[in-house]
C-alpha cells in the first residue's frame, strides 16, 4: 500500500518568513496530492491540492509542487502570520475508481513566532 | 451552507460499551469516509461509503467496527465491545461524488474509553 512520509515534524519561523514542508509517497498509482491544516480540537481543513498532470499550483501565499519523477511535493508559505500556526498534513490518493482512501503524513506541527 | 456534521462531539464509554459515531455530509455530498486519529498521529483511513454500499473497507478492523450509510439519515459507525485503544479521535469527510473530488472533513467525534 501507500506510504507517506512528512518532514520536519516541527517547525518555527519568524512572522514574514517562508515555511516549507516535503512530503515523499511510495505508490506511483497515486495522483491526487491534497494539503490539510488542523488547528487544536478542530477537522483539518483542505488548504489546497495538485494533481499529477500539474507541476506547481499557487493560491496567495500558499504554493505546492510536485515532482512525480522523484514522487515527492511540497506546500510552501510565504509572508507567514501568527495564524498559520497549526498542523499541516500532506495526503496521497490514487483516485481510482473504489479507491479514494488518503493516506496521511504524520504531520508538521508549524509555529509562526511574531 | 452546512459542512460535514458529527455528532457527539465527544464521547465516553466504558471498556465493553457499545459507541455509536454519526455523520452527515454536506449538502448535495454522496460519499463519505471515516478516519480515525490517534493523539500525535496522522489520520488512519478506515471505510469509505456511498449511500446503501460499502465501496472499501480495507482499513478497517476485523472484528467489532461497522459503518453504514443509509438511504435516510446520516452514516454511522459503530464500535462494539470498546477497549481502551479504541480512544481516538474519529474524523468523517465527506465528497460530491467519487471522481476526482475533494474530501472535506468534520470537526470529528473524540471517543474515551475508561
Known amino acids: 500500500g501507500e506510504n507517506v512520509e512528512q518532514h520536519p515534524s516541527t517547525l518555527s519561523v519568524q512572522e514574514g518568513d517562508s515555511a516549507v514542508i516535503k512530503c515523499t509517497y511510495s505508490d506511483s498509482a497515486s495522483n491526487y496530492f491534497p494539503w490539510y491544516k488542523q488547528e487544536l480540537g478542530k477537522g483539518p481543513q483542505l488548504i489546497i491540492d495538485?494533481?499529477?498532470?500539474?507541476g506547481e499550483k499557487k493560491d496567495q501565499r500558499i504554493a505546492v509542487t510536485l515532482n512525480k519523477t522523484a514522487k515527492h511535493f511540497s506546500l510552501h508559505i510565504t509572508e507567514t502570520q501568527p495564524e498559520d500556526s497549526a498542523v499541516y498534513f500532506c495526503?496521497?490518493?490514487?483516485?481510482?475508481?473504489?479507491?479514494?482512501?488518503?493516506?496521511f503524513g504524520s504531520g508538521t506541527r508549524l509555529q509562526v513566532q511574531p | 451552507n452546512a459542512g460535514v456534521m458529527q455528532n457527539p462531539r465527544h464521547l465516553v464509554r466504558r471498556r465493553g460499551q457499545e459507541a455509536r459515531l454519526r455523520c452527515s455530509p454536506m449538502?448535495?455530498?454522496?460519499?463519505v469516509y471515516w478516519y480515525r486519529q490517534l493523539p500525535e498521529e496522522g489520520l488512519k483511513f478506515m471505510v469509505y461509503l456511498q449511500k446503501e454500499n460499502i465501496i472499501d473497507e480495507s482499513g478497517m478492523p476485523k472484528e467489532r467496527f461497522s459503518a453504514e450509510f443509509p438511504k435516510e439519515g446520516p452514516s454511522i459507525l459503530r464500535i462494539q465491545q470498546v477497549v481502551r485503544g479504541d480512544s481516538a479521535a474519529y474524523f468523517c469527510?465527506?465528497?460530491?461524488?467519487?471522481?476526482?473530488?475533494?474530501?472535506?472533513f468534520g470537526p470529528g467525534t473524540r471517543l474515551t474509553v475508561t
Open positions: 449538502k448535495g455530498h454522496s460519499h
Open positions: 495538485i494533481r499529477s498532470n500539474v
Open positions: 495526503a496521497a490518493s490514487p483516485r481510482d475508481t473504489g479507491r479514494r482512501a488518503l493516506t
Open positions: 469527510a465527506s465528497s460530491l461524488s467519487g471522481s476526482g473530488d475533494e474530501q472535506y
